[in-house]
C-alpha cells in the first residue's frame, strides 16, 4: 500500500513536471497592446490607428464613438467624411495600422476615450513617393520627439529627407506645418501615442521604425 | 495666422493636385440635428404640415451660388445628391451627403457663398415643390484639404406636394404637346 502511493506521488510529481517544462516552452509571437486617446466633444481631433486589431475597420476603431460622429479620412487628395448613423459608418473603411484620420463628435457626447486595442507591429515602414502628401501616425505606438532617431523611438529625425519634406501637426482648427532643415525639426514638437499627422516630402523616401 | 498655416498648406498641395484650390462644405443635417426636412402645405395623403419627412425614395440636391443670392436662380450649380433617411432616435427628415467640392469659380480662400436644398428627385412621381430659402456661409467653408465643416446658418427645407390642378395643368401641356407632335 504504501509502495502504491509513493508510486502514484512519484507519477503524479513527474508529470507535474513534465508539464511545466511543456509550458515553458510556450511563448507568444505577439505583443498585444492598447492605448486611449481623448476626444473632447465637438471638436476636430486627429487619432492615428497603431495597432492591428485584425479587421481594422473604422466602427470597429471607434465602438465608443455615438451616432452623429463624423470620420474623416484622407484620400490624398481631400478628407472623405463618414457620419455615424443607427450605430454603424456606411461605408465602414479599413483604417490599417499607421494611417491617421480625425474624429468630430456631436456637442451632447462629452469628452470621450477612444480605446485603440490590437497587436502591436514590430516595424514601421512608411513609403513617401514623390510630392506625396499622406495623412500618418507611426504603426508603433511610440511617443517621443520629432527629432528622435534610432529603435524604439519615431525615427523622423534620421529617416526623412531634410529641406524636403514637411510635417503638418493639427492645431485645432488648422496645421502647423513644419520643415525639416539642416537635418533636424525646428523647435522638435513631441508626438503623442494616438497622434495622426501629415508628412508631405519633394522627393522619394521611406519612413522606417522598429522594435528592438 | 490661421489664413497664412491654409495657405502653406494649399502651396503644398497646389503641387500635389491642382484641385486643392477648392472649397468644402459638409452636406449634412443630421450631425447638428436641428433642422430636419419637413412637410409643408400641402403635404400627402396621410401626413400634416410641420411632420418630418420619412420617405426615403426623396433625394436632396445641395445647389450653390456665388456671393448673397436672393433668387434660387442664381445658385445653378449642384454640389451634391443624397437620399433621405430615418432613424429610430431621431426619426425622419435627415440626410448625410458628406464633404462635397465647392469648385474654385464659386470659392477661392475667403468668399462668401449662397446654398439652397431642393428636391432632386424622387422614387414615384409627381416631383415635389420645395420652399425656396437660401442662406449664405463664408467661414465655414475651408479648404478641401481640410475636414469639411457642417453648416451653421442653414435654414430649414419644407417639401410640399405639387396641387392636383397643377398636376391636371401639366398633364394637359403634355397632351398638347404630344398632339403637336404628331400632327408634324
Redesign the interface.
Known sequence: MRTKTLFLAAAALAAGLASSMAQSNVYSVNIVGYYGVTVPANSKTLVANQLDNGTNDLAGLTTVLPNKSVCYLWTGSSFQGITKTAGSFSPDPTVAPGTGFFILTPATAGTLTNTFVGQTLVSNSVALPNSSLVLVGCMIPFSGNMNDSGANTLNLGSALIPNKTIAYLWAGSSFTGITKTSGSWPGNPAIAVGQGYFLSSKGASTWNTWIQ | M?RI??A??LG??A???S??G?G?I?F?N????TVPVVWGTPAPNGYTAGEAVSDTSIIIGLYAGPGTQVSSTGLTTLLGTTPL?V????GGGWF?G??V?IPTTLWTGSQTVSFQLRPYSKGDQPVLNWTDTIWQESSDIVS?????NTFTAETQLVLTVPEPSTIALAGLGAAALLAARKRQ
Not at chain 2, 443630421?30 to 440635428?33: D, E, I, L, M, R
Open positions: 490661421k498655416l491654409v502653406s498648406i503644398i498641395a503641387s500635389v493636385a484641385t486643392y477648392q468644402t459638409y449634412d443630421y450631425v447638428q440635428g433617411f432613424t429610430s432616435s431621431y448625410g458628406g464633404s467640392a478641401i484639404s481640410l475636414p469639411a
